[in-house]
């Protein structure tokens, strides 16, 4: 018999960009989007000494429109 798993819920961009906001130099915005590794180098530099959290700033959408397709289509 085929197990079947419930599909992975939906990142949110408003709730990404409210961690980005608060705590970005930390990588909480990343760890919530699933990307573990990229999370930890964010708090181990700061945010890569605060340039790519910047950087953040203008690509959080097609990172959350990103992380969404791969769990839709299973991937995370």
């Known amino acids: 018999m085929a197990k079947t798993t419930a599909p992975l819920p939906m990142k949110d961009t408003f709730i990404t960009y409210i961690l980005?906001?608060?705590?970005?130099v930390f990588g909480?915005?990343?760890f919530y989007?699933?990307?573990?590794?990229?999370?930890?180098?964010?708090?181990?530099t700061a945010g890569v000494f605060g340039?790519?959290?910047?950087?953040?700033?203008?690509?959080?959408p097609a990172?959350?429109?990103?992380?969404?397709?791969?769990?839709?289509?299973?991937i995370r």
């Open 63 to 74: 990172q959350v429109r990103q992380v969404n397709a791969q769990r839709a289509a299973g």
């Open 28 to 30: 909480v915005h990343q």
């Open 33 to 44: 989007m699933g990307k573990i590794g990229r999370g930890i180098l964010y708090l181990l």
């Open 20 to 24: 980005w906001f608060f705590l970005g």
């Open 51 to 60: 340039i790519m959290v910047i950087w953040d700033l203008f690509t959080i």
